[in-house]
C-alpha cells in the first residue's frame, strides 16, 4: 500500500486528492474551506496579521494544517486507509499560502516589490509540519514563479504543457488573484491580476458561492425588461454566483439598463430598477419568489466591482501580449483555469471585455489544472524535474511597473473598453440600440 496527497492550498479553498501512487490513482476527492478566511477575505489582510508577531504567522500554519489534518482523517476513514501508509504529500498554491503553510517567512510579500523568501521546490519532513501521515513521510511543494505568481501556477503549467507546445497559448487561472501565463515552448510570460473575489461571489451585495440556491444564469427581455434566471440545483435563488454577475452586466449592457460607462440608466422606465438609501440597484427576483425575506438585486456598486475585477484581467492580457509583440489574432488557443472558469458565458465575458473578441471561438475551460499538476508531481519524478526546469522558461512581469498599465487599466474599466474598435461587434450591436 502507498499513497499520497496532492493539495492546493488556495486563498478560499482547500482541495485534496487522495491517490493511490503505485497505480496513479485518485481514489478520493475533497474540497473545504481555508479556514484563514477569518482573519480576511484576500491575501493581503492575512500577511499584515501576519507581520504583526511570529505567533500571529505560525496561527495561520496552524489552523490550517489542523484543518487539512481532520480532511486526511476523515478520506483515510472512508477509504479504509491507514494514515500510516500515507507517505508523500504534494503541495501547491499562491505564493502566500504556500510560504504560510510551509512555516516560511511572508514578511517579504507584504511590501514592495513582493519578493517570495524561496523560489525553488522545498521537501520537508511531514512530522515536521504536523501532518498526520506516516511520520518517516515528505511534504514537496512545487517552485513559485514570484510574490503573486506561485506553485498553483507552476503546476497549471505542468497539466496544461502549454511551455511544450509551437503554439502560442494564454493560460488564465481566475481568482482573487489571476495569474496569466503567455507562450509555447520557446517561453512563458507571466503576470499576476489584482481581480479581487467579484468574481467569486466576494464584494457583491447579494453574492455567494456556486453553491445550491445560487442563480448562476441570467438572461433579460430587451423590451420587457423582466428577467429569466437559472439557479444551482434549480431550488429557490438566494444570492447569485460570479458567472451570474457576468451575465447580469452583459445583459444589462446590451438592454440599455447601464451605459459603456457602466452606469445604470434610471430614466429607463422599469420597475425593476430604483434606488434604496440613494444607490440605485436593479432587482432580478421579487421576494416572493426567492428564498430570502427580500428582494435580491445587483446594485451600482456591484457593476463597479465587476468592472475593476475584468479590467484588471484584460489588462493583464494586453500587456502581455504587447510584451511578446503579439495580437489577439496570434494566439491558437485561450485556456481558463479555476474552479469559477467553467461558469462563464462566454459571449457574455466578450460582452463585458474579459476576453478580446478574436478569442470568442478559441477559449477552452480546462477546470482545477493546479491540483492536476500536483497529482502530477506526485506519481512522477520526471513531473517535478519539469516543474524545476520551468522557471528558467518563465520570465515574470510586473504589470504594476509597465508604463501603460494605468492608462491601459482604466481604459479597460468601460464597458467592454473605452476603445470599442477593439470590440467591433459588440459595437455594432451597442450602435443599434443606442
Same mark, same amino acid.
Request: aromatic share 0%; with cysteine.
Given at each position: 500500500e502507498n499513497y499520497g496527497l496532492a493539495i492546493d492550498i488556495g486563498t478560499s479553498k482547500v482541495v485534496i486528492y487522495l491517490v493511490d501512487v503505485g497505480e496513479g490513482k485518485v481514489l478520493e476527492v475533497s474540497s473545504i474551506e481555508n479556514p484563514q478566511l477569518m482573519f480576511g477575505e484576500d491575501i493581503m489582510s492575512r500577511l499584515t496579521f501576519a507581520m504583526d508577531s511570529e505567533e500571529n504567522r505560525l496561527l495561520l500554519q496552524k489552523i490550517l494544517v489542523e484543518e487539512i489534518n481532520k480532511e486526511i482523517e476523515a478520506l483515510s476513514n472512508e477509504k479504509g486507509i491507514n494514515r500510516d501508509r500515507i507517505y508523500e504529500v504534494v503541495v501547491v /498554491? +499562491? #505564493?502566500a499560502m504556500h510560504h504560510l503553510f510551509l512555516g516560511i517567512e511572508t514578511r517579504y510579500l507584504a511590501i514592495s516589490p513582493y519578493v517570495p523568501a524561496v523560489r525553488g521546490p522545498v521537501e520537508a519532513k511531514a512530522k515536521s509540519l504536523g501532518l498526520k501521515m506516516n511520520e518517516r513521510g515528505y511534504v514537496f511543494a512545487l517552485p513559485v514563479v514570484a510574490g503573486f505568481v506561485g506553485a498553483d501556477g507552476v503546476a497549471d503549467l505542468l497539466a496544461t504543457g502549454i511551455h511544450m507546445s509551437d503554439e502560442i497559448s494564454l493560460l488564465l487561472d481566475i481568482g482573487t488573484n489571476t495569474e496569466v501565463f503567455l507562450g509555447n515552448r520557446n517561453g512563458i510570460l507571466a503576470c499576476s491580476a489584482a481581480s479581487g473575489p467579484a468574481f467569486e461571489g466576494g464584494h457583491i451585495k447579494f453574492g455567494m458561492k456556486a453553491s445550491s440556491g445560487a442563480i448562476? @444564469?441570467?438572461?433579460?427581455? $430587451?423590451k420587457t425588461f423582466e428577467v429569466n434566471y437559472k439557479t444551482v440545483d434549480g431550488g429557490r435563488p438566494i444570492g447569485l454566483c460570479g458567472s451570474a454577475v457576468i451575465d447580469v452586466v452583459a445583459e444589462m449592457? &446590451?438592454? !440599455?439598463?447601464?451605459?459603456?460607462? !457602466? &452606469?445604470?440608466r434610471e430614466e429607463v422606465g422599469t420597475h425593476r430598477m430604483r434606488r434604496t438609501e440613494g444607490e440605485l440597484e436593479f432587482v432580478l427576483a421579487w421576494r416572493e419568489e426567492a428564498g430570502l425575506d427580500e428582494d435580491i438585486t445587483i446594485t451600482q456598486k456591484d457593476v463597479r466591482e465587476l468592472q475593476l475585477a475584468k479590467a484588471a484581467i484584460y489588462t493583464a492580457q494586453h500587456i502581455l501580449m504587447k @510584451?511578446?509583440?503579439?495580437? $489577439? /489574432?496570434?494566439?491558437? @488557443?485561450?485556456l481558463v483555469a479555476g474552479a469559477f472558469g467553467s461558469g462563464i458565458n462566454v459571449e457574455n465575458a466578450v460582452m463585458i471585455g474579459l476576453f478580446p473578441e478574436e478569442h470568442r471561438e478559441k477559449v477552452q475551460f480546462v477546470? +482545477? #489544472?493546479?491540483?492536476?499538476g500536483a497529482k502530477m508531481a506526485l506519481v512522477s519524478r520526471k513531473a517535478r524535474e519539469e516543474a524545476r526546469n520551468l522557471l528558467t522558461m518563465i520570465r515574470y512581469v510586473e504589470l504594476s511597473l509597465d508604463p501603460s498599465f494605468e492608462e491601459e487599466f482604466i481604459s479597460a474599466t468601460e464597458l467592454p473598453h473605452r476603445d470599442l474598435d477593439r470590440f467591433p461587434s459588440v459595437k455594432e450591436l451597442l450602435g443599434k440600440n443606442s
Open positions: /498554491g +499562491n #505564493t448562476e @444564469r441570467v438572461s433579460i427581455d $430587451p449592457l &446590451r438592454c !440599455g439598463l447601464i451605459d459603456h460607462h !457602466g &452606469r445604470m @510584451r511578446m509583440g503579439i495580437s $489577439p /489574432g496570434d494566439i491558437s @488557443r485561450v477546470g +482545477n #489544472t493546479a491540483i492536476v
